[in-house]
Every structure is written in structure tokens, then in C-alpha cells.
């Protein structure tokens, strides 16, 4: 039976879409702040969890807090290691309104250290106490997406297990607004230039210091107004644009192979065809750009354990 995966189309919810990018970076700066910097951003995302989104556990200086979306009761919810917790709703209001609410969550969970109020990675960076213009939140189109990010999220993790490397967590980036895997090669890379909208150039070169392969997931914006996959490398190698992926193209704007969601969506099989997207454009780079790859893909006890414990969950539970 053909596993159905829901309509996302950008037109159809960017108002809404727009909104929560807002309110996602307002929560996400306080993990930023609060977070020991790890490598590539890593400390700064946000994880596909049953609920919704979480940030998982931040640490304070005397416990830790978590802050989540949860996308069926629709509700930002703060909770910390003593037991407090606290909720705003998450509802069609103003980002300005929202970031008062979050201001006094912070203030209920005597939590300090918020250094500034602007938005990243967007060409508009009005600040989120003054932002009056998004608006819209609509539970049933949140929830839509959710449901997607789920699906995606599932193939993400199957993708990343099989990489022995250094490989990201699939996360999603709350200042571009993707949920991306990245694979590196372990070699360092050219000095990015270091250009993206309202962040810091140290931060670009930082997070480009090492080769990488990385694909993601993306809802669109004004300027490409479709929902896609991509898939890029840094630095490209010679040849990978030229390259002959199914399904996809090469997007020279934007300097990455793309595969729009309706074509995933539309397949007989939406998971393998996701798959073979990210395998294939992940296999061009490691072959173009000369990765060891018998140093990041080879490990026979992983092989053994995954198929072992693959083949206990198709059958019945057994004790072991």
C-alpha cells in the first residue's frame, strides 16, 4: 500500500510559515546565548521530536531548561530540571506580541542573558519587538507541516546512519529555516567568504571550515516559492553540477542540486525516492571531490548490528 504524504505547498501557508520562522528564531537565539558554541552551529537548532520541536536541554548555571513547540496542543512550553514549567500559546498573533510573552516566560523562569531582539539569515531583520506585520498562525496548516517534517526527518536519520564519519544530527536551522544532515569528508576547507544576511562572517567561516556534502529540506520563500530538497558541497567539486541525478537540477542561483517535495510527494515510494536523491548527490561529491571513503563508510560490526536489530523490529518482540 502506497504511503501517502501530505500536500505542502508554499503558497498555500507562507503567511503561517512566515510567522512561525519569526517565532522560531526567538526562542532559538536563547539557546545561542545560553549553549557552549559547538562546532558548525550545532548548538543552536532544534530537533524533530513527537510533539513538535524541541530544543532539548540548555544548560543554566545551576540546572537546565527545555523549551519545545508542540504542534498539537499548539503551545511553546518551558520546562526545567527542578520541576518548573511554563506555556505561551501558540496562536495568531503579532511577533512583537509573541516576543512580549516569551520575555515574561523568562522573566517566570528566572532565566537572563537575552542580548538582542533581531532576526537572522532574512533580507527583512526589523526586530522581533517591533514586528507587527506577521501575524498568522493557522493550527490545521502548522500541524500539516509537522506531519511532513516527520516523514522527512524518519529518512534523514536512516540516510545518516549509514556514515561512519563526522556526520550533524538532523536538526533543523532556525535561521534559514531547514532541516539538514551534513557529512564531511575530514578535510579542512578554502576560507568561506563568509556572506549570508545579518550574520556574522566568522560564524559562515566557521561553520564552512571543513569539506561537507549537506542536504536538507526547505518550505521556499518569495524569491523560489516551491518546498524542496537540496543537496550542495564546500567547497563543489569540479564536475558536480554537470552531474545527472534523477529528478533533480542544478540550481546555479543558489549553487545546489534541488528535488522539488511535490515530485517525493507524487512517487510510488516517496521514502526511497527521497533516499536515492540523497545517495546519489551524496556519492558524487565523495567520488569528485576524492573522499576516503573506506575510512567513512566501511565498519563491518555496524553493518552486522544493523541488520541484526533491522530484522528483530520486522518480527515479533524478543527478549535478548
Not at 14 to 40: A, E, F, M
Not at 89 to 107: G, H, M
Not at 231 to 246: K, L, M, N, Q, T
Amino acid at each position: 500500500m502506497k504511503k501517502l504524504w501530505p500536500d505542502l505547498k508554499y503558497e498555500d501557508w507562507k503567511d503561517t510559515y512566515h510567522t512561525l520562522h519569526r517565532y522560531l528564531q526567538v526562542i532559538g537565539k536563547l539557546r545561542i546565548y545560553k549553549s557552549p558554541w559547538l562546532n558548525h552551529s550545532w548548538h543552536a537548532t532544534y530537533y524533530v521530536n513527537s510533539r513538535g520541536l524541541t530544543t532539548s536541554a540548555i544548560p543554566l548555571e545551576d540546572r537546565n531548561l527545555t523549551i519545545q513547540f508542540d504542534f498539537h496542543h499548539h503551545e511553546v512550553i518551558f520546562e526545567d530540571s527542578r520541576g518548573r514549567s511554563h506555556s505561551i500559546p501558540l496562536q495568531s498573533q503579532t511577533v512583537a506580541a509573541f516576543y512580549e510573552k516569551f520575555l515574561d516566560a523568562l522573566s517566570i523562569m528566572e532565566v537572563s542573558g537575552y542580548i538582542n531582539d533581531y532576526p537572522v539569515e532574512c533580507m527583512d531583520n526589523v526586530p522581533f519587538s517591533e514586528d507587527e506585520i506577521r501575524k498568522s498562525y493557522n493550527p490545521e496548516q502548522v500541524q500539516n507541516f509537522f506531519q511532513v517534517l516527520v516523514l522527512v526527518n524518519n529518512v534523514f536519520e536512516k540516510f545518516r546512519s549509514e556514515f561512519i564519519g563526522k556526520t550533524s544530527p538532523s536538526h533543523l536551522f532556525w535561521g534559514s529555516f531547514d532541516l539538514a544532515v551534513t557529512r564531511f569528508s575530514g578535510k579542512k576547507a578554502p576560507e568561506h567568504p563568509g556572506i549570508a544576511p545579518h550574520v556574522s562572517p566568522i560564524v559562515m567561516k566557521e561553520a564552512y571550515s571543513h569539506e561537507v556534502c549537506s542536504v536538507g529540506f526547505w518550505p521556499g520563500s518569495e524569491a523560489y516559492p516551491h518546498t524542496i530538497f537540496y543537496s550542495y558541497a564546500y567547497p563543489e567539486p569540479e564536475g558536480f553540477r554537470e552531474s545527472v541525478i534523477e529528478n533533480a537540477f542544478y540550481n546555479e542561483k543558489m549553487g545546489e542540486f534541488m528535488l522539488h517535495y511535490d515530485d517525493v510527494q507524487k512517487s510510488d515510494y516517496p521514502e526511497n525516492t527521497l533516499m536515492n536523491f540523497l545517495q546519489s548527490s551524496y556519492q558524487k561529491v565523495s567520488e569528485l571531490g576524492d573522499w576516503k571513503i573506506e575510512k567513512l563508510e566501511e565498519n563491518s560490526f555496524l553493518y552486522q548490528l544493523s541488520k541484526k536489530y533491522q530484522n528483530k523490529t520486522n518480527n515479533n518482540f524478543q527478549r535478548h
